[in-house]
């Protein structure tokens, strides 16, 4: 018996399969490289190398394996890129999901667990976000991963497919051994360009916005540690294994913390100056977003370990510094 994680050579994906591995569990990877690195799967799961849109490609895995359940991280997942190509993350993201679905249907495999976002509230109308409060997407990205939910949900009711969707807010740190960390190219997200500009990889960080309806006036975010995230998938697993109802849940701390005090909360951490300057808005940022995320620790009973962002900037500092070149200095 095996748990297929699609997506597991990137970010969030390696992080589930490290736990999954580490917790004695078989796991098979389906990922196709596209922006995860096959350095950062862990060699004690089977690899596969294929795209997730291609029926041929899942159906090799299914035929092949005893697949119980899918974790489901094979998406993209860049706010700016998806108010661009919009048909590229439709495609991709809601594409790859009624192909995955199609096939689990048809082998018979009952649990899903997915990386859905903070993304599909949109402009939240109260803070911190509850799981029952409106979804209304502002950028493709956010919109397509609520396409997806809703698939979940119609394909529970018609072929009964149990899934947990965790709404993640903002992701960040890297694995405490110092293994595997964060490694994108281009790098767009806040903390990982923050320890490019501790490096000195980069002149300055861009602040994008300090007129937002924010203390400060930069934008708020939820920060949550990957293995914490990690931890909450596992336990969603054991949820859906338990013949539990399908579901939603926030992933984050409940604490906000602006692009400011990341950025001082850093220079803390890694004792470095960090240039930063104040740049126009980034398209498709709302003000905060903050999750309500006590749903997660009272019925999965989720006890995140990481509850201060300089303890998840560290661990981001271990493996940035000790990787300035991310996967490439990996063997
Ligand atoms: N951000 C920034 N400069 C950067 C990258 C990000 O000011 O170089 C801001 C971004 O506008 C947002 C926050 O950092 O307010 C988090 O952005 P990120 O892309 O990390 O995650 P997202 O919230 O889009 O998932």
């Given at each position: 018996?095996?748990?297929?994680?699609?997506?597991?050579?990137?970010?969030i994906?390696?992080?589930?399969?490290?736990?999954?591995?580490?917790?004695?569990?078989?796991?098979?990877?389906?990922?196709?490289?596209?922006?995860?690195?096959?350095?950062?799967?862990?060699?004690?799961?089977?690899?596969?190398?294929?795209?997730?849109?291609?029926?041929a490609?899942?159906?090799?895995?299914?035929?092949?394996?005893?697949?119980?359940?899918?974790?489901?991280?094979?998406?993209?997942?860049?706010?700016?890129?998806?108010?661009?190509?919009?048909?590229?993350?439709?495609?991709?993201?809601?594409?790859?999901?009624?192909?995955?679905?199609?096939?689990?249907?048809?082998?018979?495999?009952?649990?899903?667990?997915?990386?859905?976002?903070?993304?599909?509230?949109?402009?939240?109308?109260?803070?911190?976000?509850?799981?029952?409060?409106?979804?209304?997407?502002?950028?493709?990205?956010g919109?397509s991963k609520?396409?997806?939910?809703?698939?979940?949900?119609?394909?529970?009711?018609?072929?009964?497919?149990?899934?947990?969707?965790?709404?993640?807010?903002?992701?960040?740190?890297?694995?405490?051994d110092?293994?595997?960390?964060?490694?994108?190219?281009?790098?767009?997200?806040?903390?990982?360009?923050?320890?490019?500009?501790?490096?000195?990889?980069?002149?300055?960080?861009?602040i994008?916005?300090?007129?937002?309806?924010?203390?400060?006036?930069?934008?708020?975010?939820d920060?949550?540690?990957?293995?914490?995230?990690?931890?909450?998938?596992?336990?969603?697993?054991?949820?859906?294994?338990?013949?539990?109802?399908?579901?939603?849940?926030?992933?984050?701390?409940?604490?906000?913390?602006?692009?400011?005090?990341?950025?001082?909360?850093?220079?803390?951490?890694?004792?470095?100056?960090?240039?930063?300057?104040?740049?126009?808005?980034?398209?498709?940022d709302?003000?905060?977003?903050?999750?309500?995320?006590?749903?997660?620790?009272?019925?999965?009973?989720?006890?995140p370990?990481?509850?201060?962002?300089?303890?998840?900037?560290?661990?981001?500092?271990?493996?940035?510094?000790?990787?300035?070149?991310?996967?490439?200095d990996?063997?």
């Amino acid at each position: 018996m095996s748990i297929l994680v699609a997506g597991g050579a990137g970010y969030i994906g390696s992080h589930m399969v490290k736990q999954l591995v580490e917790s004695g569990e078989e796991v098979v990877v389906a990922d196709n490289l596209s922006t995860g690195h096959k350095k950062a799967i862990n060699p004690k799961a089977k690899f596969y190398y294929g795209d997730i849109r291609d029926r041929a490609f899942l159906d090799r895995i299914f035929v092949n394996e005893d697949i119980t359940a899918v974790v489901h991280f094979a998406a993209f997942s860049i706010v700016p890129e998806s108010m661009q190509e919009p048909l590229k993350y439709f495609d991709n993201n809601t594409g790859g999901m009624i192909t995955l679905l199609e096939a689990m249907r048809d082998f018979k495999v009952k649990y899903i667990v997915f990386s859905s976002t903070a993304a599909t509230y949109g402009i939240p109308e109260t803070m911190p976000i509850k799981e029952t409060d409106p979804q209304q997407p502002i950028n493709p990205y956010g919109l397509s991963k609520l396409m997806m939910e809703k698939m979940m949900a119609w394909a529970d009711e018609a072929y009964g497919i149990k899934f947990v969707a965790l709404r993640y807010f903002n992701v960040a740190g890297a694995a405490a051994d110092g293994t595997i960390g964060e490694d994108h190219g281009p790098e767009t997200h806040l903390v990982p360009i923050i320890m490019q500009v501790a490096q000195g990889k980069r002149a300055e960080l861009s602040i994008f916005g300090d007129d937002y309806n924010t203390p400060d006036g930069t934008n708020v975010r939820d920060y949550v540690h990957v293995m914490d995230l990690a931890d909450a998938h596992i336990l969603a697993l054991k949820y859906l294994e338990a013949g539990n109802p399908s579901n939603a849940f926030n992933l984050g701390s409940s604490t906000g913390f602006s692009n400011k005090e990341m950025l001082e909360a850093a220079r803390e951490v890694t004792g470095k100056e960090i240039p930063a300057k104040i740049a126009p808005r980034r398209p498709g940022d709302p003000d905060s977003l903050v999750a309500a995320s006590d749903k997660a620790r009272e019925v999965l009973n989720w006890q995140p370990k990481y509850d201060d962002v300089h303890d998840i900037i560290a661990t981001a500092w271990q493996w940035h510094s000790t990787h300035p070149k991310g996967y490439d200095d990996r063997n």
